[in-house]
């Protein structure tokens, strides 16, 4: 779990939507389909996940509740979640066995910062004005789904039809 200090202690790390992306990716066959996501289209993880879980709340949520999200995330993912992951995959590639329980640390530390980033996307979904009154959540996941993958991906039609399965299986 990662600890509070001064200048963060209005995130809430142990939220919601955490709990939702620990269920859902820990899916079979969904990293693989969000990792493909990101490798194929740059596609934030987190920013993915977040759309479906607000579509499991019944949001339906606009290209601008997306951008305005991913703008509150950004310098987060660019200048810590993304070197991170970079640390370990380059380890990985070169140094396989050699330094498998530094890469296991950088691994856990990488996780902990896609933790801080869903924790700021969760104070931010406190100020999403997305249409909730009598939303089908199923198909608001569906949606949301597909609104941020048109963002990044264009006119390729591309599609995460594993992680909205999986995330309509959580709608309660």
Request: with cysteine; net charge negative; proline share 2%.
């Amino acid at each position: 779990m990662v600890q509070q200090d001064r200048h963060d202690s209005d995130l809430q790390y142990d939220n919601d939507f955490w709990r939702f992306s620990l269920a859902v990716y820990g899916q079979p066959e969904i990293a693989e389909e969000c990792l493909s996501l990101q490798q194929a289209h740059g596609i934030d993880i987190n920013l993915l996940l977040f759309c479906a879980w607000l579509g499991t709340r019944g949001a339906v949520v606009s290209s601008k509740d997306i951008e305005d999200a991913s703008g509150t995330v950004s310098a987060w993912n660019e200048s810590v979640v993304r070197p991170l992951r970079g640390v370990r995959q380059w380890m990985k590639a070169r140094y396989r066995d050699e330094f498998a329980i530094i890469r296991e640390r950088v691994k856990g530390i990488e996780l902990e910062a896609e933790q801080i980033e869903q924790a700021i996307l969760f104070a931010h979904s406190k100020r999403i004005q997305g249409s909730q009154a009598g939303a089908d959540c199923a198909e608001a996941v569906a949606r949301n789904v597909n609104q941020y993958l048109k963002i990044k991906s264009g006119p390729s039609q591309t599609s995460a039809p594993r992680l909205i399965d999986a995330a309509r299986r959580m709608v309660s």
